[in-house]
């Protein structure tokens, strides 16, 4: 399928050929048959590309320090890598659009195929959209009509803040889209509407959208002069620009104890004086309503009660779509372009130059779009037994930054399939890695004669069934960590390993700190002590939003079974023996935040009677070294240091054990595997210990939960049910 792509890094604007996306859960796909350009919005964006790395840098001052940090912690050329790779990124453009329902995920009863629907979707001919994100069209509103509705909302939901009544007076600053469908929602209303912008020709306009006066430099003292010296009940700022101008002119029009409303993007030097002697409120409108930015609401598909939020995104998307089928809004006399989407670009450029006065461009589409699942960049090569020929489920910043890159780097390595739900980031991806397919489906990675090895690279919660399937298939399974969320799938992985028989390929969980210089380097120094050791290791982990997908128990499993699991597993390395025991604490009390569970210790034993103890600690400053690793016993300590150093204390002398760039041991757990499919001589981590520490590392939230330890036991498949019912 054809998609509208901006390059941030280039700058450069494209119509890709992407692999269709699928039906995830709680979403449906639609075949768009109109979009429109949010002209305000998408211009920004592309100005924004256009700039030097410099002025990128001016406008963005907070990503410099993390920068300035992650140089810090990183080294230079890896943190400049990561700038490079993250700058390439594809930029979906287009947020309003509107076509035929194809088919809808699991969950999702709203919809059915052949629906006509707006949405929330971007510039492509197939899109998938959230449930919450898609509001059914009204019959006899067109497509191009539909293609208005979110735009439209974001004006709605700033027409409802300003809380006007019947016969009221509104004053409009700026009578771009978003201007002009609140003009003309304001004159549905019974709202009498005064409006000033820059141009003349969108005042007239504004005029035909049932405005009764606009026009360009219309003065607070004129619209005194329209209310008969009371001033206009509430403002509306839909104008986008860096002065400072419309607010100041909203202040001085705004009656005593009026609102002023922003919807747009502009100065915000706020004079208080004006609002203090007037009393006057000011109101920040946030995108098309209720519901925005909340990744529950318009990811996760739940709905905000009516009686409670009468008002949310959706149900603004269904209310303009309502007015547009009565007649009472009408969008069409904003239409003032059409292009083709084979053509976007040309659309693009008219905004830029602004050769012509524009408005409401308009993109067209094929009305039988046809659905491919994947796209093909190069002739597979014929399969050899001296090359091992990939295929790699996901493709998200650390697959695309650390993993794949390095995977490339392996001369037996051969890539053949990059599979992404979306299909635009394996298109993407999997063209400048050299893979000779891109996919949406991943079936073209199990089902694949030509596949060797599967790289599951996917969010947590899919981990699980995908390493069970391919191992199912017959594949060697490469997952990143956590190989699964909980105990139950853990019990699947097993069955479906015993069920492959001898067809089963090799099983390695991405736990790469074992692998780092620095840990070897440690182990070999400690290989001839016999006593047990204790370990500590810290992780200044750094807080995310309680709503990140990773805290969330269900798809990430939390921070502990999706990160700190890496420690449990360099604790088991360097000790030489799996977990036996776990037990966890954290913080709590009524000043503790709404998520505790990234601010603990965790204390486990080990067969051979060593301890190790993990501090995963959300609650420092980033800019701090992230990771220290100090192992005691046998008269001897050693310290790694963020996987930049390990170093030695024995006998009153200091030793450097190794030293180099920041190096957690990701190429050499890559190379581990290949190697231990080229020669087919055991398991890189053995399933003991991949066992154990994924056990541990559920149980240590277990323990969280009832405050008690747990046992690790790993004999049987029996013995993990039993843990199951003791943990449950």
Not at 19 to 26: L, T
Not at 237 to 265: E, F
Not at 272 to 283: D, G, I, L, N, T
Not at 629 to 638: I, M, Q
């Amino acid at each position: 399928m054809k998609q509208v792509i901006q390059n941030i890094g280039s700058g450069s604007l494209t119509v890709l050929h992407v692999p269709s996306p699928m039906a995830r859960p709680g979403c449906v796909l639609v075949a768009t048959q109109r979009s429109l350009i949010s002209a305000g919005t998408e211009k920004s964006l592309r100005e924004l590309a256009q700039k030097s790395m410099l002025e990128k840098a001016r406008s963005r001052p907070d990503h410099v320090k993390r920068i300035v940090d992650k140089v810090r912690q990183e080294g230079l050329r890896n943190t400049i890598q990561q700038i490079r790779e993250k700058l390439d990124d594809p930029m979906p453009l287009g947020y309003c659009s509107a076509g035929t329902v194809l088919t809808v995920g699991a969950g999702v009863q709203e919809f059915k195929p052949g629906d006509h629907v707006a949405t929330a979707g971007p510039h492509a001919e197939v899109v998938c959209v959230p449930k919450n994100m898609c509001a059914r069209i009204p019959d006899g509103v067109s497509f191009e009509e539909a293609s208005f509705t979110v735009l439209g909302s974001i004006a709605l939901q700033g027409v409802r803040l300003a809380e006007l009544n019947l016969g009221e007076t509104a004053f409009v600053i700026g009578l771009g889209l978003v201007g002009q469908i609140a003009v003309g929602l304001l004159n549905a209303a019974g709202v009498r509407v005064i409006g000033t912008d820059l141009d003349p020709a969108k005042c007239e306009l504004a005029k035909r959208m049932g405005a009764v006066e606009a026009r360009p430099g219309i003065r607070a003292s004129d619209v005194d002069q329209m209310t008969h010296g009371l001033g206009a009940d509430a403002v509306l700022i839909t104008a986008s620009t860096k002065s400072n101008g419309p607010i100041d002119l909203a202040a001085g029009a705004v009656r005593q104890k009026g609102r002023v409303v922003l919807v747009g993007v502009v100065g915000l030097e706020l004079d208080r004086r004006p609002f203090y002697f007037k009393e006057a409120e000011f109101v920040v409108s946030c995108s098309y309503g209720p519901g925005r930015y909340d990744s529950q609401y318009e990811e996760g598909g739940l709905d905000y009660p009516a009686a409670y939020v009468r008002w949310t995104e959706q149900r603004n998307m269904q209310a303009l779509l309502g007015l547009m089928s009565t007649g009472k809004l009408d969008v069409k006399p904003l239409i003032s372009h059409r292009f083709e989407i084979e053509n976007a670009k040309s659309a693009y450029d008219l905004i830029e130059s602004n050769s012509e006065p524009y408005l409401g461009i308009i993109l067209q589409y094929c009305e039988d779009t046809a659905v491919e699942r994947s796209v093909q960049f190069r002739p597979t090569v014929k399969k050899s037994t001296v090359t091992i020929s990939i295929g790699c489920l996901g493709a998200g910043n650390f697959a695309r930054m650390t993993l794949l890159p390095k995977l490339m780097g392996i001369p037996a390595v051969e890539p053949h399939v990059l599979c992404t739900s979306g299909g635009l980031s394996a298109s993407h991806c999997g063209k400048k890695l050299g893979f000779a397919l891109a996919s949406s489906d991943e079936q073209d990675v199990f089902d694949s004669d030509q596949v060797d090895a599967v790289f599951v690279l996917t969010r947590h919660d899919q981990h699980a069934r995908q390493v069970s399937q391919g191992l199912l298939n017959g594949k060697h399974v490469f997952v990143e960590k956590p190989l699964c969320l909980n105990v139950e799938e853990l019990i699947g992985i097993e069955e479906s390993w015993k069920s492959a028989g001898d067809s089963a390929g090799i099983l390695m969980v991405g736990f790469n700190r074992r692998f780092s210089p620095a840990a070897k380097a440690v182990k070999k120094y400690y290989q001839d002590v016999e006593c047990p050791l204790t370990v500590s290791i810290r992780f200044n982990a750094g807080a995310i939003p309680a709503d990140h997908w990773v805290q969330d128990e269900e798809a990430g499993g939390g921070r502990i079974i999706g990160e700190a699991c890496h420690a449990i597993d360099l604790a088991t390395y360097l000790i030489g023996s799996p977990v036996s025991r776990v037990f966890a604490e954290s913080i709590g009390g009524p000043d503790a935040p709404g998520i505790t569970d990234d601010q603990c210790f965790i204390t486990l034993r080990h067969e051979n009677g060593s301890v190790s103890n993990i501090g995963y600690l959300a609650g420092g400053d980033k800019s701090f070294s992230k990771e220290r690793v100090e192992v005691f016993g046998g008269g001897k300590v050693c310290v790694i240091d963020d996987f930049n150093s390990a170093e030695s204390w024995f006998q009153g002398k200091r030793k450097r054990l190794w030293k180099g760039n920041q190096d957690k041991g990701h190429l050499a757990e890559l190379v581990a595997f290949t190697d231990a499919i080229k020669t087919g001589f055991g398991l890189p981590i053995s399933w003991e210990e991949i066992r154990a520490t994924t056990l541990a590392s559920i149980l240590a939230v277990q323990s969280l939960r009832e405050g008690t330890p747990f046992s690790v036991v790993t004999e049987s498949v029996s013995e993990t049910a039993r843990i199951v019912k003791q943990a449950g």
